[in-house]
């Protein structure tokens, strides 16, 4: 394997790992319920528990360390003005992908637009 590859797939590792973090913190607080509203009527301690006690936020958690830590391995083989835009665009096109699929959210026309926009945004990068 070659630089390049290292580079790549260390990117793409981000870009998973980052999405499937995203994701999962996103559906352990949609489970947890309105925090505010929980806050009001039970206070932060039972605030904290209720958050805190869903393992699905901690698998997401997981996922965002192992996202950091496929991005210093990234930042060890490439310039940052690569990894960072690609790392960061690319995860924004999966969360996109990925929260229609799993989570069931309306990603309307304006927000596939600026995914295909980011998309060219990378290409020019990579060049």
């Given at each position: 394997?070659?630089g390049l590859?290292?580079t790549?797939?260390s990117?793409?590792?981000v870009?998973?790992?980052s999405?499937a973090?995203d994701v999962l913190?996103s559906?352990?607080m949609?489970q ?7 806050f ?6 039972n605030t ?13 958690i ?10 210093l391995f990234?930042l ?25 699929i799993?989570l ?11 995914a295909?926009?980011?998309?060219a945004?990378?290409?020019l990068?990579?060049?």
């Amino acid at each position: 394997m070659t630089g390049l590859h290292y580079t790549w797939g260390s990117i793409l590792a981000v870009v998973i790992f980052s999405t499937a973090g995203d994701v999962l913190t996103s559906l352990a607080m949609k489970q947890s319920g309105d925090v505010g509203n929980t806050f009001k009527t039970t206070g932060l301690a039972n605030t904290i528990k209720v958050v805190l006690g869903n393992p699905t936020l901690w698998i997401g958690i997981a996922f965002m360390a192992c996202a950091f830590f496929s991005l210093l391995f990234a930042l060890s083989w490439a310039d940052v003005s690569l990894v960072a835009p690609a790392s960061a665009s690319l995860t924004f096109i999966a969360n996109a992908i990925v929260a229609k699929i799993f989570l069931r959210e309306h990603v309307d026309g304006r927000r596939w637009l600026a995914a295909i926009l980011v998309a060219a945004g990378v290409a020019l990068v990579a060049r």
